[in-house]
């Protein structure tokens, strides 16, 4: 509710029109359906995915990233090896500074200051990482999104063009590709000109 107070939810819109919020966190994914009735703004129904969240886009990332290593001569890091983490922590902060960048830019360069050691090896990191690799990359996660999306719409009733609006909340939803694939699928444009990191915080505030 706070979230879509932030995203111009007024008391007189049509209440026969609902708002679908679309929270992809670090770790968890929520879509909630809102309606106006007498005059309030309610939750209706609710449906999310407690193992979906920005960490498993940034593992997507991190793993490709490990397999253009690999195949340049590195060893492939791989999760199960508790040797490989601290190889892998360092991969994965630069899988999601590139991630952010990618939001701004169509490509992305992956480079670390100092070479990654891989057990007695040390690699350089010095990747090129493009936008269409990683909607390709994360193509799968961002279907599992709409599937609880399209479950929930169904189980609630709403019919083709009864949803107004989409209200994308959660650092990951700055993705362009993944913004036109939730707006398509679910039939209704976004909220545009948003921080999606801070919209709950915002709506709080207005509802206070």
Not at 91 to 104: H, P, T, V
Request: proline share 3%; with cysteine; aromatic share 4%.
């Amino acid at each position: 509710i706070a979230s879509a107070l932030a995203a111009g939810w007024r008391a007189e819109d049509d209440g026969a029109a609902s708002w679908l919020v679309y929270d992809l966190g670090g770790g968890t994914f929520d879509a909630s359906l809102l309606e106006t009735r007498d005059g309030l703004l309610r939750v209706v129904a609710h449906d999310g995915d407690n193992f979906l969240g920005g960490r498993d886009i940034d593992w997507a990332i991190t793993e490709h990233l490990a397999a253009e290593l690999a195949r340049g001569g590195a060893p492939l890091l791989e999760r199960r090896n508790p040797d490989h983490a601290g190889a892998l922590r360092v991969l994965r902060l630069a899988a999601e500074d590139a991630k952010i960048e990618l939001s701004r830019s169509d490509s992305a360069q992956v480079t670390l200051a100092r070479p990654l050691t891989i057990g007695d090896a040390t690699v350089d990191v010095d990747l090129a990482l493009s936008r269409a690799t990683v909607e390709t990359l994360i193509a799968p996660l961002v279907e599992r999104s709409l599937a609880v999306c399209q479950r929930l719409l169904a189980g609630a009733g709403v019919r083709d063009g009864r949803l107004a609006r989409v209200v994308l909340v959660g650092g990951p939803t700055l993705m362009p590709g993944l913004r036109a694939q939730v707006q398509a699928r679910l039939g209704a444009a976004a909220v545009d000109g948003l921080d999606p990191m801070t919209l709950v915080a915002q709506g709080a505030a207005l509802y206070a």
